[in-house]
């Protein structure tokens, strides 16, 4: 069995806002009890920062670039994963696994993700099911029940996502949905906790002002809902007899929604807490891992949990591409620290239908490098971070020259490099681009290759930008796009 969240057990939009991530100020106990159970993984990374894709990499071992869910799924022109791609729910359906769904989805099309129990937001309010932990406990027990198949649960909490673009009465973070205020509704199994900005942790790359500090207090609250439901979700586990043979993924889909967060391939846009909680693997309960590990192990990893194989198959866009998942099993991991994980790769196209800004990176390692396919646009700006009170104070300080309390200039955040080059050892804020330093030139051609060839291997439609064109043939290769003009 096996029950996966993406704070979303999964959750959606979560840093590492929690004791388990040295954070001692929001109270999270049951992340914290389950981390004593669980490996910790300290160098986790999603391999997109983006909702829509992310979940799709998770759901399909899959990049985003090759998948086919570039950007969010929504609306009825914006994206979907290829029909033909295998996704981890149809693999487990046809290996008699009981596969089940609650909360935030927001993938498709329903072919691809086929669930057996399925209470998400196309079928009801994402707040009743992706924030309401009573109605979530209540659904989990729902699910457990008169069934006596192994499992798969993917429990997708909304919390901590903004929602002041979309539902501004509750809040920033919808930290007053529930919370028994007038007008708020009451969610009975949470006990509401509040931080004051003054309380609050700023991460290094966000801006250390009120309205900084105010909005973080704010996705505290949302944080510690987050907690109490995970407690919640565990509860039922337990009392359905499930603890002992179930395997326990904890995550998120991409980095908080904050300047230089959610929609960057810098590390503060990918790095992602990761808990593993295996019954058979308690040999490292409660110890940190340095391996390099991605949110496209989690496929691999549930499949060598059932001893379900891959199926070899191939995509009508790249028909001479083998599909085959270029992500690990992390159930070695649980037994013993690997000593040669130390690569993970990222591809971001879009976020919103309007925000193209292609890039592809790799961590090796320290070495972090980036490449900004279209570095001679603006980088885009999400409207969920642009209507938000920290990035509207952080315009308004600039656009009067006031100090903004941030490591960088909106112009810098803007205007980007094609190549960028960072060593996160000594510059963790990746503010010292590298690339175009002599003494790293064998560090930039060694990543340029790496990342070229896992393009190719994962059928990248961008491999050969900005300076090319991809043939369209049964064996492509990259054509100048120089005409003479």
């Given at each position: ?473 049964l064996e492509p290769r990259c054509r100048p796009l120089y005409n003479g003009l």
């Amino acid at each position: 069995n096996i029950l996966a969240w993406l704070q979303n057990l999964e959750s959606d939009d979560a840093g590492f806002e929690t004791e388990v991530y040295n954070n001692s100020v929001v109270h999270t106990p049951h992340l914290r009890s389950l981390a004593q159970r669980s490996l910790v993984f300290s160098n986790a990374f999603t391999s997109v920062s983006s909702c829509s894709p992310s979940r799709s990499t998770i759901l399909t071992g899959l990049p985003q670039h090759q998948n086919g869910m570039y950007g969010l799924h929504q609306g009825v022109h914006h994206f979907n994963s290829f029909d033909e791609v295998q996704s981890l729910p149809l693999l487990l359906k046809q290996a008699n696994v009981h596969t089940g769904i609650i909360g935030k989805k927001h993938i498709g099309p329903g072919s691809v993700y086929p669930f057996d129990f399925a209470y998400t937001e196309e079928n009801n309010s994402v707040l009743q099911v992706g924030r309401n932990i009573t109605r979530i406990k209540l659904l989990v027990r729902k699910f457990f029940q008169n069934e006596e198949r192994p499992f798969f649960l993917y429990v997708a909490f909304h919390d901590t996502h903004r929602c002041g673009h979309s539902q501004p009465q509750y809040g920033a973070f919808c930290e007053k949905f529930g919370n028994g205020d007038m007008g708020m509704g009451r969610i009975p199994d949470w006990t509401p906790e509040y931080y004051t900005p003054e309380q609050v942790k700023v991460p290094p790359f966000v801006p250390d002002t009120p309205a900084a500090r105010a909005d973080l207090a704010a996705q505290y609250t949302t944080v510690s809902r987050l907690d109490q439901g995970i407690g919640l979700v565990l509860q039922e586990l337990r009392e359905a007899g499930y603890e002992n043979d179930t395997l326990i993924i904890y995550s998120s889909d991409n980095g908080i929604p904050f300047p230089n967060g959610r929609t960057n391939l810098y590390q503060s846009g990918t790095a992602e807490p990761m808990l593993v909680s295996s019954p058979e693997h308690r040999e490292r309960w409660g110890d940190a891992s340095n391996a390099y590990v991605s949110l496209l192990d989690i496929t691999p990893t549930i499949l060598d949990w059932f001893s379900v194989s891959y199926p070899s198959y191939s995509l009508p866009g790249s028909p001479a591409t083998p599909v085959y998942l270029t992500g690990r099993s992390l159930l070695p991991a649980l037994v013993t620290e690997p000593s040669s994980w130390h690569t993970v790769y990222s591809s971001q196209s879009l976020h919103e239908v309007t925000m193209y800004y292609p890039t592809r990176s790799v961590h090796q390692g320290a070495y972090h490098l980036l490449h900004n396919l279209h570095y001679r646009m603006p980088f885009p700006i999400d409207q969920d971070l642009y209507v938000s009170p920290t990035f509207q104070d952080l315009l308004n300080r600039t656009q009067l020259s006031q100090p903004t309390h941030w490591f960088k200039s909106l112009q810098q955040y803007y205007y980007r490099e094609r190549w960028e080059l960072f060593d996160t050892r000594t510059d963790p804020l990746e503010t010292k681009n590298l690339a175009s330093d002599p003494s790293f030139s064998t560090v930039l051609e060694d990543l340029r290759q790496r990342l070229q060839k896992w393009q190719w291997e994962t059928g990248d439609p961008w491999v050969c930008g900005p300076d090319y064109i991809l043939e369209d043939k049964l064996e492509p290769r990259c054509r100048p796009l120089y005409n003479g003009l």
